[in-house]
């Protein structure tokens, strides 16, 4: 077994909120149910300024998760040790609650490509992301979790269901999951299965973290519909409906807001974070 | 993986068939499916670009500049996850771009703006005060200065102050007709410009080099023999320009 020593505490099984720096004075001032929030590490790799120092006051009230969007642990070629580099900085003196990647990739030959782009479920893509796990856990010291997808498409040539997929992720390397219930409605609808079926097959035993965000409804050729990951809106209804049904399952858990784009004022964010606090509490009183 | 090699190529090529052996799940053809992807990679990247460079989009609106910034990522993809220092070499793209080239400041400008993002997030640093400076004239004459992190120096032969004023604040007069060098400072957190002239340029140029101050105020006097130090060092007191060390 692979020992991990907590840097901190986890985060809390409670509400969290997606950062916006717009939003700074506000969450400080009236956080409402929001006991941690999340960053995007590579916002955070400059040296100095007002960023930084919006981070350290942050870090002083609530948990930090750092929430990873550039380390490309689906791609097929090395880790870019610079990249790497950076991010342990920032691990080192932010001691964050948590730390998550996505199953993706985004750099390729050397262009980072600033998108979470899909890969196939084989034995190869499996043996490849599993290194790079192992990669960034012993650089870092520390368990990382592995977010889901939100998929538009899949392979031809995948041999293993999602779910499976990292199920064995987690197998060989104690990786921790972060499980985006709105990503999971995103792909189910997308590639035409259920979204309960993918939450009863997935290893909720290993869920660290979950997300819920909006989305925005398009049409694929054929006019089925096509849901894009926009994290420009509340959660639809759907979502919420099924996190209530993953939160039965996994109980309490940290769960966090995120609204990315078209980014509201605090109070409209915040009614967001009272309904996923309800939501916990839901399973938190049973 | 070949198969990321077949998505990446047709990431930026509109006009490419989407790679095989995509499907939709049900096993049809992904088709439009994969322009999910495109659109995500080029809007995201062009999106990056605009927030990057406001005072270009002012300048050439969102259509031209857009058409700019699609240009430039093809040219110049991002080698780099970190979104805030892409577009390093818009000034380089902009120099050489025939289509623009009768706005001659604009490659001045990206380099004004890439400085501005640089110094909102540089190192933190420890400014010195005006104690520094009660010390006998001898021993000033002597003495070296070190910048803090988030100043920088650019050298323009447009009026670049102005151009940057007219473009930000209500009310900013017309840019005059005269070459503008501009000192950036961070007081706390939001990057300043500053225009000099040429003698206050001459002794930053000096000063930053490591020439003792003596030799910095001979070199600024060759340039302007009414120089006078002391606006200048106000401005940079005021605005924590001039630092003992990185902070701890």
């Known amino acids: 077994m692979r020992e991990f020593s907590p840097l901190c505490d986890p985060l809390p099984d409670a509400v969290g909120v997606g950062y916006k720096p717009q939003h700074f004075a506000d969450i400080l001032d009236a956080p409402g149910p929001v006991k941690w929030v999340e960053i995007h590490a590579e916002n955070y790799m400059g040296q100095g300024g007002r960023p930084i120092a919006q981070l350290r006051a942050l870090a002083e009230k609530f948990a930090v998760s750092v929430h990873g969007v550039g380390l490309s642990i689906g791609g097929a070629g090395p880790l870019d040790p610079t990249h790497l580099a950076r991010l342990k900085h920032l691990i080192d003196w932010v001691k964050p609650a948590s730390f998550s990647e996505h199953l993706a990739w985004s750099t390729h030959g050397g262009t980072f490509l600033n998108d979470r782009l899909p890969l196939p479920y084989t034995a190869a893509t499996l043996q490849t992301v599993a290194d790079h796990i192992d990669h960034v856990q012993s650089l870092l010291g520390r368990q990382m979790l592995l977010e889901n997808p939100s998929s538009y498409l899949a392979f031809d040539t995948s041999t293993y269901s999602e779910t499976d997929f990292l199920a064995e992720l987690v197998k060989r390397t104690e990786c921790g999951l972060l499980l985006d219930v709105n990503n999971v409605f995103i792909s189910a609808t997308n590639l035409g299965y259920t979204p309960h079926s993918y939450i009863d097959a997935y290893p909720l035993a290993a869920v660290g973290e979950l997300h819920v965000g909006g989305h925005a409804l398009d049409q694929d050729d054929h006019g089925a519909p096509l849901l894009i990951d926009s994290h420009g809106d509340a959660p639809s209804a759907e979502v919420w409906d099924l996190l209530a049904h993953t939160l039965q399952k996994t109980g309490p858990k940290p769960l966090l807001v995120e609204w990315d784009n078209d980014v509201p004022d605090w109070n409209v964010l915040r009614a967001q974070a009272d309904v996923a606090a309800l939501a916990l509490d839901q399973v938190a009183t049973k | ?248």
């Open chain 2, 1 to 248: 993986m070949k198969v990321q090699t077949q998505f990446r190529e047709a990431l930026f090529d509109a006009a490419r068939d989407a790679p095989r052996g995509l499907q939709d799940g049900a096993g049809n053809p992904a088709g439009s499916r994969y322009d999910v992807y495109r659109n995500n990679v080029v809007t995201s990247l062009q999106d990056a670009l605009a927030r990057n460079f406001p005072i270009l989009v002012k300048l050439l609106g969102e259509q031209i500049f857009g058409s700019l910034a699609d240009i430039y990522l093809h040219q110049h993809p991002p080698q780099s996850p970190l979104m805030m220092q892409y577009g390093d070499q818009m000034p380089t793209l902009l120099a050489g771009f025939a289509p623009l080239e009768h706005i001659g400041y604009l490659a001045d400008v990206a380099q004004l703006e890439i400085a501005l993002r640089d110094s909102y997030h540089a190192a933190d640093a420890d400014p010195i005060d005006s104690s520094t400076f009660a010390i006998d004239d001898a021993e000033l004459a002597l003495t070296t200065l070190t910048f803090a992190p988030a100043t920088a120096l650019i050298h323009s032969v447009w009026p670049l102050f102005d151009l940057w004023r007219f473009n930000t604040e209500p009310d900013a007069p017309a840019p005059q007709a005269v070459p503008q060098p501009v000192l950036i400072t961070r007081a706390e957190f939001d990057p300043q410009p500053h225009p000099l002239t040429p003698a206050q340029c001459e002794w930053i140029v000096s000063v930053r080099q490591g020439d003792t101050l003596g030799t910095a105020h001979a070199q600024a006097l060759q340039t302007d023999a009414t120089f006078d130090l002391t606006p200048l060092l106000t401005l940079l007191l005021t605005k924590n320009a001039l630092t003992k060390g990185p902070q701890e």
